[in-house]
Each structure stands twice: as structure tokens, then as C-alpha cells.
T-cell receptor, first 109, second 115 residues
Framework: GQNIDQPTEMTATEGAIVQINCTYQTSGFNGLFWYQQHAGEAPTFLSYNVLDGLEEKGRFSSFLSRSKGYSYLLLKELQMKDSASYLCAAMDSNYQLIWGAGTKLIIKP | IAGITQAPTSQILAAGRRMTLRCTQDMRHNAMYWYRQDLGLGLRLIHYSNTAGTTGKGEVPDGYSVSRANTDDFPLTLASAVPSQTSVYFC??????????????FGPGTRLTVL
């Protein structure tokens, strides 16, 4: 079957660094997406990885290991506005997204 | 209009009633999607459309129907609502070329409560 696993909730301190992990099992693989979702709002696109390695985009970076079925999202210099849920989604062989339940990130001052 | 709009924003509906959730995009994206989001679960695909005139079933299609008469609009209909359809519904679109870079963009969502 197809499955995405990520932690339910994480807590971090303002100004610190946090890593949100995601493991996936899909029928075929066409890339890994990360989305941010603030409470009561729509998901918004953060990053896409299809090749192994690290993609850096400002304070946010995303890593992929296809052989391990593993990705992480790294958030640096945390700000209070980063408090949100972070959704991991893998694209299967039919180009459909399989979504994780999301990781709620709580930032404390 | 900029991006994707959904209507209504929220709705309380009696069980057994028919309801249509509206979705319109102005990005000329060929692909559109309907998801439901429930607490503790990932987004689940209800129906999708790769291009105007075609539709397909997702992971949880039962009790829902869609149509895609043109590029911009993708309404979702609940023929006879049941309490288990209480959820937040998101419409999304992508400029899909059948490639992995097909990023999906989401509307603001409709919060539906079926009593």
C-alpha cells in the first residue's frame, strides 16, 4: 500500500533550527512535495525534490533520499510566523499526490 | 479573481440534502482536484480532472460527483449529504503535464457540517 509517515507534533524555540522528517512508500515515485498550512487556511507550496540531495530556499531547505524513502524539511532561524502544520506529499506513478497527516510545529518564544 | 476561489466559505447542511461546492480558477490550469481534510488524516483525493471534459475517481469518491464543462470551473456535488461528509473541502489546480513538477495550488477551502 501507499503510506506517508511524519511526526504529529513538534515544538521548537524562536531563532532555533528544526528538522521535520517524512518517510514514504508509494507505487512508483515522481517527487516529494512539502507544503505549509496555517490553521484555518489552505496549504501553500514550499518545495519539491525529485533527485537525491538538498534543495535550499532561503530559511527553508528540503532533503531527499530516494533509496531510503526519506525526506526532511529544515527550517532555520525560526520565527513565530512559522507556527503551522507542514505537510509531506509523495507523487506516485500516476502523478497523484499521497499526503501525510501533517506535522504541527509549535514555536515558543 | 486571482488564483482559485471556492464558495461557500462554510455551510451547515441537513442530512439528506443536496449540496454543490463551487470552485473556479483563473490560471488556465488544465488539471483540477477536490480533496477533503479531516483531523488527524492527510488530504484525501475525492475526484480529479486532467482536462476539461474528463474526470476521474480518487481515493474517496463515494457519495460525491463532479463535472468539468470548461477549464475554469470544477463543482463538487453531494447528492444526499451524510454526517460522515462533515469536513473541510479544498479545491486545487495544477498546470499538469504529467510530470513530477506539477505543483498543486489550493483554494481557501469550504468548511461543511452535515447534521
Amino acid at each position: 500500500g501507499q503510506n506517508i509517515d511524519q511526526p504529529t507534533e513538534m515544538t521548537a524555540t524562536e531563532g532555533a533550527i528544526v528538522q521535520i522528517n517524512c518517510t514514504y512508500q508509494t507505487s512508483g515515485f515522481n517527487g516529494l512535495f512539502w507544503y505549509q498550512q496555517h490553521a484555518g487556511e489552505a496549504p501553500t507550496f514550499l518545495s519539491y525534490n525529485v533527485l537525491d540531495g538538498l534543495e535550499e530556499k532561503g530559511r527553508f531547505s528540503s532533503f531527499l533520499s530516494r533509496s531510503k524513502g526519506y525526506s526532511y524539511l529544515l527550517l532555520k532561524e525560526l520565527q513565530m510566523k512559522d507556527s503551522a502544520s507542514y505537510l509531506c506529499a509523495a507523487m506516485d506513478s500516476n502523478y497523484q499526490l499521497i499526503w501525510g497527516a501533517g506535522t504541527k510545529l509549535i514555536i515558543k518564544p | 479573481i486571482a488564483g482559485i476561489t471556492q464558495a461557500p466559505t462554510s455551510q451547515i447542511l441537513a442530512a439528506g440534502r443536496r449540496m454543490t461546492l463551487r470552485c473556479t480558477q483563473d490560471m488556465r490550469h488544465n488539471a483540477m482536484y477536490w480533496y477533503r481534510q479531516d483531523l488527524g488524516l492527510g488530504l484525501r483525493l475525492i475526484h480529479y480532472s486532467n482536462t476539461a471534459g474528463t474526470t476521474g475517481k480518487g481515493e474517496v469518491p463515494d457519495g460525491y460527483s463532479v463535472s468539468r464543462a470548461n477549464t475554469d470551473d470544477f463543482p463538487l456535488t453531494l447528492a444526499s449529504a451524510v454526517p460522515s461528509q462533515t469536513s473541510v473541502y479544498f479545491c486545487a489546480s495544477s498546470d499538469s503535464k504529467g510530470q513530477g513538477t506539477d505543483t498543486q495550488y489550493f483554494g481557501p477551502g469550504t468548511r461543511l457540517t452535515v447534521l
